[in-house]
């Protein structure tokens, strides 16, 4: 019997009413999720926790399900933002909710994070502590609830039509490409008054020298671009 099978199996036993039960709700440390992900159709349907905490069979199944699909490589996903998920959609009256990233190698952030703005170098996605999720026509209340649980990080893309879960530090943020194009202004501004210019390979370099920035340099950059996106807000 496979994996699937097994959890099928069990999920079936722990919702089946008995004569001593039947009446009785399910325990509140029973916790269920029924997702898809986008990238690989795949599903996961079933009891994920139980009164003795979560289930390794399932912990060990929403691994592979919620793999960088990139590269197909897994990591322990953290339970805390499965359980931050489930309850946002309990709070919203959401059955099932679609992944649309969960955890990245860190080669895969750093492809990513050259060809998406807004991916953070050290993104909780690393370490299997984020989940990037739509809820369909839930997906804003489900945000504005997810923010007030305040139980992690949850960002907001209403134009991409997702927002982020993790389990990291309590904050929130919003990308809605509003003041983007003034943001690339600025930017042009500085390339043409020699401030910042980029090499024949797209390296990004620093005043009339045109020496690649070192750290304290980057990350007085970084610290201009958060900036710049918390007036998008």
Do not use: C, K
């Not at 959890?7 to 997702?35: D, E, K």
């Not at 691994?63 to 490589?73: P, Q």
């Not at 960002?155 to 904050?171: I, N």
Request: no cysteine; glycine share 10%.
């Amino acid at each position: 019997m496979d994996r699937r099978s097994f959890i099928s199996l069990v999920s079936g036993l722990l919702a089946a009413p008995s004569l001593a039960r039947a009446a009785l709700p399910a325990p509140a440390s029973q916790r269920r999720l029924q997702l898809y992900n986008a990238h690989t159709n795949e599903t996961f349907e079933g009891y994920y926790r139980d009164a003795l905490g979560p289930i390794p069979l399932a912990m060990d199944e929403l691994s592979y399900f919620l793999r960088d699909h990139h590269s197909g490589a897994t990591i322990e996903i953290d339970v805390g933002v499965l359980d931050f998920l489930s309850a946002v959609m309990d709070a919203v009256g959401a059955s099932t909710a679609t992944i649309l990233s969960a955890y990245r190698t860190r080669e895969t952030n750093a492809m990513l994070a050259r060809t998406t703005f807004g991916v953070a170098d050290n993104s909780q996605h690393i370490y299997g502590r984020a989940l990037d999720v739509h809820l369909g026509s839930r997906l804003e209340d489900a945000m504005d609830v997810a923010r007030d649980m305040r139980r992690g990080g949850v960002g907001w893309y209403p134009h991409s039509g997702f927002f982020h879960l993790d389990s990291g530090p309590v904050r929130n943020w919003t990308l809605n490409g509003v003041g983007f194009d003034r943001l690339l202004v600025q930017v042009r501004q500085m390339l043409a008054s020699g401030g910042l210019s980029v090499s024949d390979h797209g390296q990004l370099l620093l005043g009339s020298s045109r020496q690649a920035p070192n750290a304290q340099q980057r990350l007085a950059l970084h610290r201009a671009i958060a900036q710049a996106i918390a007036g998008m807000r």
